[in-house]
Nanobody, 121 residues
């Protein structure tokens, strides 16, 4: 079994910054894509950013130039540096990872429990 534990959420004013972290633990042979999604009540969960094990990234248009995703493969950890935050960034942010648990298994998808980010206007 694999656990994803997020940290770093909180309340910040408009224009502020936060750094989210997500550490994967458990039975892990390798991790392919790691990413961050967010969700507000009444709306679908949406991709914020994701990064492959090789370091390739992609971002939602709404966060390009403001957010930066990175990862430490040795620590099975992914980060999201969020700058110039806006009230529209307010959401629960979820960590996501595709994990290979044994040599012969496929990659399985896991989610963290979510961390609240609130940007005050």
């Amino acid at each position: 079994q694999v656990q994803l534990v997020e940290s770093g959420g909180g309340l910040v004013p408009t224009g502020g910054s936060l750094r989210l972290s997500c550490a994967a633990s458990g039975s892990i042979v390798s991790i392919n894509v790691m990413g961050w999604y967010r969700q507000v009540p009444g709306k679908q969960r949406e991709l914020v950013a994701r990064i492959t094990s090789g370091g390739s990234t992609n971002y939602a248009d709404s966060v390009k130039g403001r957010f930066t995703i990175s990862r430490d493969n040795a620590k099975n950890t992914v980060y999201l540096q969020m700058n110039s935050l806006k009230p529209d960034d307010t959401a629960v942010y979820y960590c996501n990872a595709w994990v290979k648990e044994t040599i012969t298994s496929f990659f399985n998808e896991y989610w963290g429990q979510g961390t609240q980010v609130t940007v005050s206007s």
